[in-house]
Every structure is written in structure tokens, then in C-alpha cells.
């Protein structure tokens, strides 16, 4: 006879069968294919070779160039584009700036506002591969919006996205573009749980606006702020569409990031074991940021 706790406890695993059949297919599954790729080389078409670390110490080594004397990344590319994407890093506090003003804005008692905050979140439920098409065209040279508009101040704009100079900013503009509406909500729900009284309090005591924004408003949005960051962070990490789209990681690399090299390594090149173990080792660069702001930013958080 099946005791009544167990054909409660069968009945409740039954329920989280298919979810968990799925996730073992899909997820664990290929993930553990990977990690064990990662010490093959393998190209698809030929059959698996185990080589140990090499993939790794080709990806993270260095050696001594004997002419300059000077030490050399065995996978320079790696390196560049890895600074590629740490460049977009700086698009982090930018987007969470303009998000919060936004978020102020959109916090007024004003007729029609919901109309307004569904139109800053649109671009968020947007396809991304349109979104990028539509900035190609903002940003053409000749004719693109962005520069009739500066040609208009007597401003000279440049080629956006063929120039090794302004393809990462332009490609960071169109980023925060696109993900400031989901912020600015995330900044909108902090905002209306201030509680009301501590503005009534420090009006009472006399603070402006400015004080009062800077000593209650930006304190008290800190757990808000805390994961943006941290989303955020990994986010930047992973940015691969942007550049496929609208600079296929020219010019000159300049647009590459991890995610692309990723890419390009294992259905452009077919080096299937070096493209897991790059992948894996964006996952510990990414997991290690992750730890690193939820140790010191966390405690700050926590004591808001």
C-alpha cells in the first residue's frame, strides 16, 4: 500500500516532471556537452580529439616574443575584443541616468501619462534585428537623420558605423535606446514606493528639491539600482545582435565582442571546442562580476 505522504509527494513530481525533463534536455544537458568540449578539438565534420588544456592556454596563455623581448597573448583577438566589450560597460551608468530622469518625468499626476510611459517602453517589446535596421538608416552619413540633424548647427557628423571610432558609441546610443523603458518602469515602481511621509518631513524641515531627490529619493531606489547593475552587467556581457546587424563586428574588429568571437568560432570557423571554452569563460568573467558587486554592493543595498 502507497502511504498517503507518498502519493502526495509522487502526484507533486509528476507536476514537475515535464518541467524538469526539459530542463535536463535543453540546459544541463548541453551545458555539460560543452564543458567537456571545451578539451576537444573538434570541427564538426571530423571526428572528436581530446587535447586537455590547450584550448584554454591558446585562449588565456602568453609567450616571449624573442625579437621584442616582450611578452605576446597567444590569442590577441581575444583580448581586443574582450576590451570591445568592456567598452560598452560604459553605457551602464549612461542608460541608468537617463532612465531615471525619465522615470521622474513619467512619476507626475499628469493626464495622459500612461499614454507617454507606454511609448518610452515600446522599444523595449521591439524586435531587435528592427530596431538595428531602423538605427542603420539613422545613423547613414549621408542621409540618415542623425546627421541632417547636426547639419543643420553647421555640424559635419561622421560615418557612424564605418568608423573605428564612433561604431562602439553608436552602437552603445542604440543600446540604451532600447533598454532605458524597462529601466525607467524598474525606476518608476521604486519611486512610488518612497513613502510619501519622508518628503513631508524634510519639507518641513526646510530641504529642496535637490536635497531632497539626493538625500531620499536616490538612497532609498538603491536595491533598484543594485539590479540594474547587476543585469545590466551581464547584459553588456553578452551583447552579440546589435553588432551582427549593424556593423558585422567591423570595421576592423572594432565592433567585435566576446559573444561575436564566440560566434565566428564556432559556425564561421568551426572550432567547436575553442568557441565552448571561450563561452565558459565568459560565464566565469561574468558570474565573477556578479560576486564581486552582490559582496560589496549587496551590503550597501542591505543596509538601506
Same mark, same amino acid.
Given at each position: 500500500?502507497?502511504?498517503?505522504?507518498?502519493?502526495?509527494?509522487? +502526484?507533486?513530481?509528476? !507536476?514537475? $516532471?515535464?518541467?524538469?525533463?526539459?530542463?535536463?534536455?535543453?540546459? !544541463?544537458?548541453?551545458?555539460?556537452?560543452?564543458? #567537456?568540449?571545451?578539451?576537444?578539438?573538434?570541427?564538426?565534420?571530423? &571526428?572528436?580529439?581530446?587535447?586537455?588544456?590547450?584550448?584554454?592556454?591558446?585562449?588565456?596563455?602568453?609567450?616571449?616574443?624573442?625579437?621584442?623581448?616582450?611578452?605576446?597573448?597567444?590569442?590577441?583577438?581575444?583580448?581586443?575584443?574582450?576590451?570591445? *566589450?568592456?567598452?560598452?560597460? @560604459?553605457?551602464?551608468?549612461?542608460?541608468?541616468?537617463?532612465?531615471?530622469? @525619465?522615470?521622474?518625468?513619467?512619476?507626475?499626476?499628469?493626464?495622459?501619462?500612461?499614454?507617454?510611459? %507606454?511609448?518610452?517602453?515600446?522599444?523595449?517589446?521591439?524586435?531587435? +534585428?528592427?530596431?538595428?535596421?531602423?538605427?542603420?538608416?539613422?545613423?547613414?552619413?549621408?542621409?540618415?537623420?542623425?546627421?541632417?540633424?547636426?547639419?543643420?548647427?553647421?555640424?559635419?557628423?561622421?560615418?557612424?558605423?564605418?568608423?573605428?571610432?564612433?561604431?562602439?558609441? $553608436?552602437?552603445?546610443?542604440?543600446?540604451?535606446?532600447?533598454?532605458?523603458?524597462?529601466?525607467?518602469?524598474?525606476? @518608476?515602481?521604486?519611486?512610488?514606493?518612497?513613502? &510619501?511621509?519622508?518628503?513631508?518631513?524634510?519639507?518641513?524641515?526646510?530641504?529642496?528639491?535637490?536635497?531632497?531627490?539626493? /538625500?531620499?529619493?536616490?538612497? #532609498?531606489?538603491?536595491?533598484?539600482?543594485?539590479?540594474?547593475?547587476?543585469?545590466?552587467?551581464?547584459?553588456?556581457?553578452?551583447?552579440?545582435?546589435?553588432?551582427?546587424?549593424? *556593423?558585422?563586428?567591423?570595421?576592423?574588429? $572594432?565592433?567585435? %565582442? +566576446?559573444?561575436?568571437?564566440?560566434?565566428?568560432?564556432?559556425?564561421?570557423?568551426?572550432?567547436?571546442? /575553442?568557441?565552448? *571554452?571561450?563561452?565558459?569563460?565568459?560565464?566565469?568573467?561574468?558570474?565573477?562580476?556578479?560576486?564581486?558587486?552582490?559582496?560589496?554592493?549587496?551590503?550597501?543595498?542591505? /543596509?538601506?
Amino acid at each position: 500500500m502507497i502511504s498517503k505522504k507518498l502519493r502526495q509527494n509522487l +502526484i507533486g513530481f509528476s !507536476f514537475l $516532471a515535464p518541467n524538469m525533463l526539459g530542463f535536463f534536455t535543453f540546459t !544541463f544537458l548541453p551545458v555539460l556537452a560543452s564543458l #567537456m568540449l571545451c578539451f576537444t578539438d573538434w570541427d564538426i565534420l571530423t &571526428e572528436i580529439r581530446y587535447i586537455g588544456f590547450s584550448n584554454f592556454i591558446n585562449l588565456l596563455g602568453f609567450h616571449r616574443d624573442i625579437v621584442a623581448n616582450t611578452l605576446v597573448a597567444n590569442d590577441p583577438l581575444f583580448w581586443k575584443y574582450l576590451g570591445n *566589450t568592456l567598452f560598452f560597460v @560604459l553605457g551602464i551608468p549612461i542608460g541608468m541616468t537617463v532612465s531615471l530622469a @525619465l522615470a521622474l518625468f513619467m512619476n507626475q499626476k499628469l493626464k495622459g501619462i500612461i499614454v507617454f510611459r %507606454t511609448i518610452y517602453f515600446l522599444p523595449v517589446i521591439s524586435s531587435l +534585428i528592427a530596431c538595428a535596421l531602423v538605427w542603420r538608416w539613422i545613423y547613414n552619413p549621408d542621409f540618415g537623420l542623425l546627421n541632417s540633424f547636426l547639419a543643420k548647427f553647421g555640424i559635419r557628423g561622421p560615418d557612424w558605423l564605418s568608423s573605428t571610432v564612433w561604431a562602439k558609441p $553608436a552602437l552603445m546610443m542604440m543600446g540604451i535606446w532600447k533598454g532605458a523603458g524597462y529601466n525607467m518602469l524598474l525606476y @518608476l515602481a521604486g519611486l512610488q514606493g518612497v513613502p &510619501e511621509e519622508f518628503y513631508e518631513a524634510s519639507y518641513i524641515d526646510g530641504a529642496s528639491e535637490r536635497q531632497q531627490f539626493f /538625500y531620499i529619493t536616490f538612497p #532609498m531606489l538603491a536595491p533598484v539600482h543594485f539590479f540594474i547593475i547587476i543585469m545590466g552587467m551581464i547584459g553588456t556581457l553578452q551583447i552579440f545582435g546589435e553588432a551582427f546587424v549593424m *556593423t558585422g563586428g567591423g570595421p576592423a574588429g $572594432a565592433t567585435t %565582442t +566576446i559573444a561575436y568571437y564566440i560566434y565566428n568560432n564556432a559556425f564561421q570557423w568551426f572550432k567547436m571546442g /575553442y568557441a565552448t *571554452t571561450i563561452a565558459w569563460v565568459l560565464f566565469f568573467l561574468a558570474f565573477s562580476v556578479t560576486m564581486f558587486q552582490w559582496k560589496f554592493l549587496g551590503k550597501k543595498v542591505h /543596509y538601506q
